[in-house]
């Protein structure tokens, strides 16, 4: 596995783009409530108060953060599996969040999704799809409503690096760049494709950057560690997007700190290659970068407090939460609210 | 009243809903410039313009991807999949993502699409351009199901699937495009869920869909010269599926075939004589039969082919001996 260096990254990221103060403490609220959000959800799954699978973005903030950030409110986010911090990040609170982790009749879905389906479509987080590669297709056909109507929105569409492998992310290439669409495409390559390493089942050495000739597009490669740059990164793709120009296909590397799900503890990870890593945290640096650029203590403490008040009152009420009403079961296949199929 | 065919209907069909409602779009490959490889979509290109008449690659997943976020963020798009056995090239797309997502978000994310696609057998294309497929988009939950007859149904179905606020799949029989019917004149709009009586009779019920349809009713025609009179019902819809009208029929008659052109294992009719066996099982007189296509890839020679799929005379066959053995 190469190291930071050898992918051509600083150890430390550089945090060398400027933004206005709202944007550079928002930043760091929405990657913090990622991070602290994350870090209970895990607790919680220890004390079996989350059943079923979770995948986490722990290490991987700032990709969530800078797009969260940088997007138009009625642009559309369309997530993965590994989709709790893109869901935060547009805004979510909390507390329906928890409470879908837990299963419980407050939550986002009312139970019906759980942790790799979470959606709100009024904050335009068009959903997270856990079948790897589908959901690029999915999100150009927003692309194109909006391209058909004029209204100047974005799709933004976030994925692993495994996915570059999967024929649905060639085809989803090809028609965005072909009908010039609306939309952003974000690898989040994290080095590691579930248990395998990226590298060792990929023809180039990029996953995604080095594809993007095959599509017309200019290859895109950010440090996914350094939020500053990855919100200059969203910001050019997004104004981009909404010239006309069409796709953009950003990959930006980072590393995840945990395993591939709650199931997987990463032991195929060496303590050398996973060191580093954690040494380049895109949170606790930031916070320092923004105490070093200015930011009171205070101010960073208020945000922190902030979060941890969100965080404790949303865990709270998802576990006082009922579970689903069983009658949820045949609700909502159809539009009109119910799941019959015949009369 | 114009005697349109079937291929002409599918055209004027999706002419009368983008006339109707700017929200309506249609790609697909080949459905643009060429008309569409079975000239089915002849003259949309010219009269709507590449903005809502859309040609795509190759790429069976970004057409039904880009159907489905179209459908999630306002429009009402439809989509064509050329063949019904190259669903099985999107099938996740289909099955995971479109038929689920409004489940999975409780309710949030609402589909008003639909993928219109040419399907089964009688043109000797061999198992791979020829299955007919309704019984997989039957299986899945959250996938309403649809399948026309005639030229009239092609028009008035699609316009209900057009304006249904749910995923449809819209299956052509593409053995009866070059087949002629009436068509009337001005809007036509259906009912989804809605079996039609094609031919009233006393002795027996025969249900059939899309291509068997006719040959059911050519069958009841024969029936009808040995003295049998068969109620003939086309299905249309087997996502709603018009249970009444089936049940109903079947309770006066007392007899009970099914017509399906797919393979024989878990078509459509074993969930139509599973629900007539528990629900009027006092009111038959025989046994519930079904006529299908064997359990086998469709083969390509004339002969087998036409060996293999439900014709008139084996309807009427199978009928006959089944009746004849009910009153020996």
């Known amino acids: 596995m190469p190291t930071p260096t050898e992918l051509g990254l600083p150890a430390a990221p550089a945090f060398a783009n400027r933004v206005d103060d709202d944007v550079a403490v928002g930043l760091y609220r929405s990657m913090l409530r990622m991070r602290r959000f994350e870090k209970r959800a895990y607790d919680l799954f220890l004390q079996n108060l989350v059943k079923g699978t979770s995948h986490l973005s722990l290490g991987q903030e700032a990709i969530a953060a800078a797009f969260g950030e940088a997007m138009r409110d009625d642009d559309w986010t369309f997530a993965t599996y590994r989709g709790h911090a893109h869901t935060l990040a547009r805004g979510v609170a909390m507390a329906p969040v928890m409470a879908e982790l837990l299963g419980r009749s407050t939550g986002l879905l009312s139970g019906k999704g759980g942790s790799m389906h979470l959606t709100s479509a009024e904050h335009h987080m068009m959903g997270s799809y856990a079948i790897v590669g589908a959901h690029l297709t999915v999100a150009n056909g927003a692309a194109w409503s909006a391209q058909l109507r004029g209204t100047g929105q974005v799709a933004v569409c976030f994925f692993g690096d495994g996915t570059t492998n999967i024929g649905a992310f060639h085809e989803a290439l090809n028609l965005a760049a072909t009908w010039r669409l609306p939309v952003v495409f974000v690898c989040e390559n994290n080095l590691w494709m579930e248990y395998t390493p990226i590298g060792s089942v990929t023809a180039v050495p990029r996953p995604a950057a080095d594809r993007a000739g095959g599509y017309g597009l200019d290859p895109v490669l950010v440090d996914g560690n350094d939020v500053l740059a990855m919100y200059d990164a969203a910001c050019r793709a997004l104004a981009r997007a909404r010239s006309g120009a069409g796709p953009t296909l950003v990959e930006a590397v980072t590393y995840r700190h945990g395993g591939h799900s709650r199931a997987d503890p990463a032991k195929y990870r060496e303590d050398t290659e996973v060191r580093p890593w954690i040494a380049r945290d895109p949170v606790d640096l930031y916070r320092a970068h923004l105490a070093g650029d200015g930011v009171s203590e205070s101010a960073l403490k208020e945000v922190d407090d902030e979060v941890a008040g969100e965080l404790d009152a949303a865990t709270e009420a998802a576990k006082a939460a009922p579970a689903p009403d069983l009658g949820l079961v045949e609700r909502d296949v159809w539009a009109d609210g119910g799941a019959s199929w015949r009369n | ?328």
């Open chain 2, 1 to 328: 009243m114009a005697q349109l065919t079937y291929r002409d209907a599918v055209a004027r069909g999706i002419a009368q809903e983008l006339e109707r409602d700017e929200r309506v779009v249609f790609l697909g490959e080949d459905v643009g410039s060429a008309g569409g490889v079975f000239k089915s979509t002849t003259g949309l290109f010219d009269r709507f313009g590449p903005r809502r008449v859309r040609d795509t690659p190759i790429s069976e997943q970004a057409i039904l991807g880009a159907a489905m976020g179209a459908a999630m963020t306002g429009m009402r798009p439809i989509a064509e999949i050329m063949f019904s056995d190259f669903l099985a090239v999107c099938w996740d797309i289909v099955a995971n993502e479109i038929a689920k997502t409004r489940y999975m978000s409780g309710g949030q994310l609402t589909l008003p699409l639909v993928i219109r696609t040419a399907n089964g057998g009688g043109l000797r294309f061999g198992a791979q351009h020829s299955q007919a497929v309704e019984n997989w988009a039957m299986a899945v939950p959250g996938l309403k199901v649809v399948a026309p007859s005639t030229p009239r149904d092609v028009v008035g179905l699609l316009a209900a699937a057009v304006r249904d606020p749910d995923p449809v799949v819209f299956f052509e029989a593409k053995g009866l495009y070059p087949v002629k019917g009436e068509v009337p004149d001005g809007e036509i709009v259906d009912t989804l869920g809605t079996a039609e009586i094609r031919r009233q009779g006393g002795d027996c019920t025969i249900v059939a869909l899309a291509a068997m349809v006719p040959r059911a009713i050519e069958a009841a025609g024969t029936l009808a010269g040995l003295g049998i009179e068969a109620t003939v019902i086309d299905v249309r819809s087997l996502v709603p599926l018009d249970t009444r009208t089936i049940l109903a029929s079947t309770a006066a008659t007392g007899r009970l075939f099914t017509v399906e052109e797919n393979p024989r294992l878990c078509g459509w009719g074993a969930e139509v004589a599973s629900i007539a066996a528990e629900e009027v099982w006092s009111e038959l007189t025989g046994p519930i039969v079904r006529i299908t296509t064997p359990h086998v890839p469709l083969p390509s020679a004339d002969a087998l082919e036409d060996h293999a799929r439900p014709s008139a005379a084996l309807i009427a066959e199978t009928v006959r001996k089944s009746l004849g053995g009910a009153r020996a």
